[in-house]
């Protein structure tokens, strides 16, 4: 992999537990053993404003937020993200992995809250114009499954305290983004055992490397 000119933005997508973050660090892991410039950061955070914003976001005891006010809140988050963060890194040819990015505010907040596609894909276009992640590598598990081990860890955040059907209507909506841009999303098997996700998404990034030639 050559970090030459403009780096690339690789996201990773999916409902709690589904595997996301274990996978973008054996990801990092190789990269580096490669020897690439790669960022690694995640959402909502990624900036010291973000993750204040983040805890705010996850805490059970904030409560109930009107739904605007926490796609707002994320969209913040995300600004400061993509000015401090995601765009200097990229503009320095590294190669950006991030846990989590816009896909999530379709899937959460737009399917899961009921916002609708519409508001989310509103700001979208007014913050990132049309950056769009180069690569999303969505993991996809049932909710019992990805909830039942994101809570083997502890206490439930703020969003983990939803109920199965918002997971549901995230993991669809996640689903239906895939199918409707099947060049720049893979959809991962998260329920299969770590090695065999592992080997997935090996053969997933190297195809999509060999796309673009690299
Ligand atoms: N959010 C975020 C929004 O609502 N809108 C947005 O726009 C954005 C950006 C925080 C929350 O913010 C919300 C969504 C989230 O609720 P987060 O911290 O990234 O985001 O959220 P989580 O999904 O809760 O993170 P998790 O850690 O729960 O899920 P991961 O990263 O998918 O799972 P991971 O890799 O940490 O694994 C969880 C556990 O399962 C095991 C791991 O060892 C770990 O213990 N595991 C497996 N076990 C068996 N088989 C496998 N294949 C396994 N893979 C992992």
Redesign the pocket.
């Known amino acids: 992999m050559k970090a030459s000119g403009r780096g690339r933005f690789i996201t990773f997508e999916?409902?709690?537990?589904?595997?996301?973050?274990?996978?973008l660090e054996r990801l990092h892991r190789r990269l580096r053993i490669e020897d690439a410039q790669v960022v690694l950061t995640?959402?909502?955070g990624g900036t010291p404003l973000g993750e204040r914003l983040r805890g705010l976001?996850?805490d059970p005891e904030v409560g109930a937020m009107a739904a605007e006010t926490e796609l707002l809140l994320?969209f913040a988050a995300r600004a400061e993200h993509l000015c401090e963060v995601i765009e200097p890194a990229l503009a320095q040819g590294a190669w950006v992995l991030c846990?989590?990015?816009?896909d999530?505010?379709f899937a959460?907040?737009g399917a899961g809250r009921g916002l609708g596609a519409e508001r989310v894909a509103v700001l979208e276009t007014w913050l990132q114009g049309a950056f769009r992640p180069d690569l999303v590598l969505l993991?996809d598990v049932a909710p019992q499954v990805?909830l039942e081990?994101?809570l083997?860890?502890g206490k439930r955040?703020r969003?983990?305290s939803e109920d199965m059907a918002f997971f549901e209507r995230a993991r669809n909506a996640y689903l239906q983004r895939a199918r409707a841009d099947p060049g720049r999303y893979r959809v991962i098997d998260?329920a299969?055992?770590?090695e065999a996700?592992g080997g997935q998404v090996d053969r997933a990034w190297e195809a999509w490397l060999r796309g673009m030639g690299g």
Do not use: H
């Open positions: 999916g409902i709690e537990g589904a595997g996301k973050s274990t996978q995640r959402e909502p976001l996850l994320i846990d989590r990015f816009t999530a505010s959460y907040q993991f990805g081990r994101a083997s860890r955040d969003i983990e998260g299969a055992d770590l996700v």
